[in-house]
């Protein structure tokens, strides 16, 4: 951006809540055809959220489609990152506030990511189609010092949950704790975390419990980003729900609800679609604008 252009407009919205208060804030930048890297990483920074998002015209492929499609880059206030649910949420929410809602497409440094808004009774919801998801496993090693970092104990985690790095568009280590205490009890060595994950290339380690069959009480330590802890994350969801029904946890036709923020004071709710017949996951949550 030079000296001379105009900084452009800075929205903040949240997704997966209906009030301002709850859910995860995102920065959202419906031009930054006049930034560059640096000029993103500053906004993000100075507005402090985990992550802000940042649109620019489409690449060729989809510019020629007929269809609302972007450029959409992530920064968090340390680094880019390749995708994140909860900007993509709150970027869908603001374009369906100004042109209506309606399909949308986002070309992320993931891969494609169609979004759908709709809108009913003054709420409005977005819902994400990840991009095909993965799961890998994780070296003892590494579990361990994973765990070292949470303070948690090994005899601490669920049996029925094996621990896994899983993908849908970003890198997350699925942890999953035997009881709710164990969840809300989060004070973790913040470097030492953030150098493993740096190490195994992680976004967030998404940390669960099961209230029920489709229920899951989930938290997001998010050091790399430069936050302790990610409000609500569309991205770690979606991974969540691809690790869930590769390992026979839920049916592969369900939809699961995760509750997330509650420790934080920002209580959010993410809806996971799982369809048995599209190895994608979809993940969907209402958003408003702050301020």
Not at 266 to 285: C, Q, Y
Request: proline share 7%; hydrophobic share 45%.
């Amino acid at each position: 951006m030079t000296t001379n252009a105009p900084r452009p407009e800075v929205l903040r919205y949240t997704a997966f809540s209906s009030s301002p208060d709850g859910g995860n804030p995102a920065g959202v930048v419906l031009d930054a055809s006049g930034l560059d890297d640096d000029d993103m990483l500053a906004i993000a920074a100075d507005l402090g959220y985990s992550e802000s998002a940042f649109l620019t015209a489409p690449p060729e492929n989809l510019a020629d489609g007929g269809q609302r499609a972007y450029r959409i880059r992530y920064f968090s206030p340390k680094a880019e990152v390749p995708f994140c649910g909860h900007a993509t949420i709150a970027t869908a929410v603001a374009l369906a506030e100004r042109t209506g809602p309606g399909e949308l497409v986002f070309a992320t440094r993931a891969g494609t990511v169609p979004v759908t808004v709709t809108q009913e009774d003054g709420t409005v919801r977005a819902t994400l189609t990840s991009v095909e998801p993965h799961t890998e496993e994780i070296a003892d090693a590494d579990l361990a010092e994973a765990l070292a970092a949470l303070g948690w104990p090994a005899a601490d985690l669920d049996p029925a949950f094996p621990p896994r790095v899983a993908f849908a568009g970003a890198r997350h280590l699925v942890l999953a704790a035997a009881t709710r205490a164990r969840l809300a009890d989060l004070a973790y060595d913040f470097a030492r975390l953030e150098a493993l994950m740096h190490r195994l290339d992680l976004t967030t380690v998404q940390l669960v419990w099961r209230a029920s069959a489709e229920v899951f009480h989930v938290r997001d330590p998010f050091p790399v980003g430069g936050v302790i802890e990610d409000p609500a994350t569309g991205a770690a969801a979606a991974a969540f729900g691809a690790y869930a029904r590769e390992f026979g946890l839920v049916p592969g036709d369900a939809v699961l609800t995760l509750h997330q923020g509650e420790d934080l004071g920002r209580p959010g709710e993410l809806t996971v679609t799982l369809r048995a017949d599209d190895p994608r996951i979809r993940v969907s949550g209402t958003g408003t604008r702050i301020g």
